[in-house]
C-alpha cells in the first residue's frame, strides 16, 4: 500500500504539475496514473515482480535501477516500512481491523499531499476530498463518531485564523495552507489541534534548519507547510489513538 501511495504521489507531480503536464488528456493521464507497470522514473525499463517487494525490493535493486544506475530515493523502503509499523501500532492499541485499515488509507492520502507540497509547494485540493472522507471514517471507528460538536468551532477559528493572515500577507503562505490547516484540525478534533498546532511548527523549525539553503538568511527559506502539517496529523493521530486504547479515561491535557 505504501508503494501505491508513493507511486501516486509522484505521478500525479509529474502528470499534473511536471514536464508531462501538456502532453496527455486528463482520462489519460489517470489511466496512466493508476494502470501503467511501476518503472524507473529515468530510463522507464519495468520492475519485475521480484524488484517490486516491499521495502527488500530496494535492497534487490541495490538502491538503484539495474538498467540504467539511476539512484533510487531511500523515501521507498522507509515508507514501506513505516506503513505496515503503522498499521501494526495502530491493530494492537485498537484490536479493530477495520479502523487500521481505513486509518491507513487516510494516512496514504495524507502522504500524497504531503508529497506534493514537498516536492513542488502545492496540495493537491482534490486529495483533500478524501483525506476529508477516511480521516472522519477513521474517527467514527476509533470513537463511534464522525467528529464532535467541538471540531467544527476548531474549524472554524483555524480558517479564521489563516485566512485573515492570507488576506493580510498572502505571500507568507500558499492557499492551500490556509484550507488543508482547517480540515486537518478538524479531523483530529479537540483537544488534539493542540497538539497538532505546535507539532506542526515544531517540526516546520526544525525541518528548516537542517535542510536549510545556506545561501539564504533563515526567516528566507521557502517552507512546505503543507509537508509538516501533514507529518503533524500523523503523529496527532497517533497520539489521539493511545488515550482512547491505552489509558482509559485519563485525559491527557485536562478537558
Known amino acids: 500500500m505504501a508503494s501505491f501511495y508513493i507511486t501516486l504521489g509522484e505521478r500525479i507531480i509529474l502528470y499534473f504539475y511536471g514536464n508531462e503536464r501538456k502532453n496527455k488528456s486528463f482520462i489519460e493521464k489517470w489511466k496512466i496514473i493508476f494502470i501503467k507497470p511501476s518503472h524507473c522514473p529515468n530510463c522507464k525499463k519495468v520492475l519485475n515482480p521480484i524488484e517490486l517487494i516491499p521495502f527488500f525490493g530496494y535492497f534487490f535493486l541495490g538502491g538503484k535501477c539495474k538498467n540504467c544506475n539511476t539512484k533510487l530515493g531511500i523515501i521507498y523502503p522507509i515508507t514501506e516500512l513505516f506503513f505496515p509499523l503503522l498499521f501494526a501500532f495502530a491493530f494492537i492499541f485498537t484490536k479493530n481491523f477495520s479502523f487500521s485499515l481505513i486509518f491507513i488509507i487516510f494516512i496514504g492520502h495524507v502522504f500524497v499531499s504531503m508529497i506534493t507540497d514537498l516536492n513542488k509547494y502545492i496540495l493537491d485540493f482534490e486529495n483533500l476530498f478524501f483525506i476529508l472522507i477516511f480521516g472522519s471514517l477513521s474517527n467514527y471507528l476509533l470513537t463511534d463518531k464522525f467528529f464532535e460538536l467541538d471540531s ?77 502539517f501533514g507529518l503533524s496529523l500523523i503523529f496527532s493521530m497517533m497520539v489521539k489513538i493511545l488515550p482512547n486504547n491505552f489509558f482509559g479515561d485519563l485525559d491527557l491535557f485536562g478537558f
Open 152 to 228: 467544527i468551532f476548531v474549524f472554524i477559528a483555524f480558517l479564521l485564523f489563516y485566512g485573515i493572515i492570507y488576506l493580510i500577507k498572502p505571500d507568507f503562505m500558499g492557499l492551500g495552507d490556509v484550507i488543508f490547516a482547517p480540515v486537518f484540525s478538524f479531523i483530529i478534533g479537540h483537544p488534539w489541534w493542540i497538539f497538532f498546532l505546535n507539532t506542526s511548527y515544531t517540526l516546520a523549525l526544525l525541518g528548516t534548519y537542517v535542510f536549510r539553503d545556506r545561501e539564504k538568511k533563515f526567516l528566507k527559506q521557502k517552507i512546505p507547510m503543507g509537508f509538516y
